[in-house]
């Protein structure tokens, strides 16, 4: 190396075997020819900075050799006179400004470890006649031609990583033979890419997919056989893609599948052989999606399903064979969309079902096989919407059920099967609510029960079944004239709150009513009028009664015998 005037090896001619070859900085030599016999390299062969080398002809009768590294031979512009290589542990080509192709090595059928390919300025054409396989790793990146082709049609197995990164093709075609990729396919940051076709046979990838950050990527024409894929699968930050991959052969993804930030996608489609998922399902922030019709087989999740985010998205269609999700359903921040429904086959949720923030959604209907949700139905912040039926089969809610800030809800019709609430039960601010009817078979909730500020709600009427409240009751601010309702609530374990209800005049309904843990707290009922209505209350622990100016007598509390702490009366 840094031999500056070297010009040639003259003298080396008969040179037919070494442990390696590193020819370094000789900017001067321009030809190879003295190694004509060379036939044999033990380990390397090292090319670098060899800028007037045009060609390799002088290897035209070696055999053998384990890595081939060409960094920096801005003159060089293909591989021809290496044809006699069948097998090699790697080739890294390196910043070769005048390489246009891989063409020459025309016997090479298997690389051991690494073939990398990076920062060629003028490569067109990734071509390999014979090869059908790389052990390891298959890298192409920074390479700056306008087209690249992959001419690797007998090439059927990738026991590594492929990744094309940071190149300024336009288009990505071939690989029509490769059947296997063992680890992570990559094709990312490659911004002028507009198209990526083939990969016709590829039916497994043992990492992750990952297309992202390709900021004129349009269409994906590619992976018809893609069966599995064993880590992530995303399809991420693409802006420009109207066109996406369907995947109609795809099983199973081994973690999760990520279809997001694709600005201009219009509706996501395929996915027609899908069956598992085995982390979470991600659709989210794509503005211009208005349609889901994909997910057509019967499908599970086992971590979240989530849709966030897509302003125009009014179609959520695809989901009526979706049978399972482990984690949580969340479709949130979709203000195009009008109507939730269907979710036919879906029969457990693991996590929490949670519809909130849908400016425009009016209806919640289906569900019509859900038995379990192993946390929370959260129903919030959906100012347009106006009923909720379906979830025929529910049962238990194992954490809490949450519907509030509705502003225009005013029919409550599911539920109509759900016995227990383990946690929390709110229904609070829902102002246009009129009827809570649908949970006549509600027995026993474990947590809080809040009923609180729904304007127009004159009657607890649905609650029928109601014995147990594990915490608080609280009936605070609705329009009910009495406890009509609560006829079979036997006990509170903490406090029993009846307040800010403006038309409440009696405590009529709550005839069963034998036991408050806490604090029994009447305020700020102005017309209610005595305690009629309690009177089989035999015990509480405090009792607080203030601000019902209307209030004559405590007739009611016939029964009341114990309060294990204070009685606090007040104007």
Known sequence: SSNSSLLSFAGCDQLQQMSGLLLKDLPLLNNLTAFNALHTLDYGLTLNKCVGLTDLQAFHNLQSVQNIDILDCDMLQNLEGLGKLDTINGLGLYSCDKLTSTEGMDSLRYIKSYLTIFLNASLHTVRFDALTGIKKDFTFRLNEADSVHFDLKKLTTLGGQFSIRNNLSSHISGFEGLEYIGEYLTIEENKNLVTIKGFEKLEVIGGALNIRFDSSLVAIDAFPKLDTVYDDLIIQFNPQMTMPPTFKSLRAVGKSVQLSENFSVPEYNGFDSLRLVYGSLLINNCPNLTKISAFKNDLTVNGDLEITKNALLGDISGFNKFVQCNGNVHITECPALISINGFDRLKKIGGTLGLYDNNQLNNISGFGTLDQVLEGVVIINNPQLNIISGFPLLKKIAVELDISNNLQLQTITAFNSLETVVGEMRIILNPQLNTIASFKRLKIINGDLWIKANNVLTALTGLDSLITV???????????????????????????????????????????????????????????????????????????????????NFKGLDSLTTITGEMNIFE
């Open 470 to 552: 594990g915490r608080n009751c609280f009936i605070y601010n609705n329009a009910i004239t009495d406890l009509t309702g609560l006829g079979r609530l036997e006990k509170v374990q903490l406090n029993f709150e009846v307040a800010g209800n403006q038309y409440l005049t009696s405590l009529a309904g709550a005839g069963k009513l034998s036991y408050v843990g806490g604090m029994l707290g009447i305020w700020s009922n102005l017309l209610l009028l005595d305690f009629q209505g309690i009177s089989t209350l035999k015990t509480i622990r405090n009792m607080l009664v203030y601000d019902n100016i209307y209030l004559k």
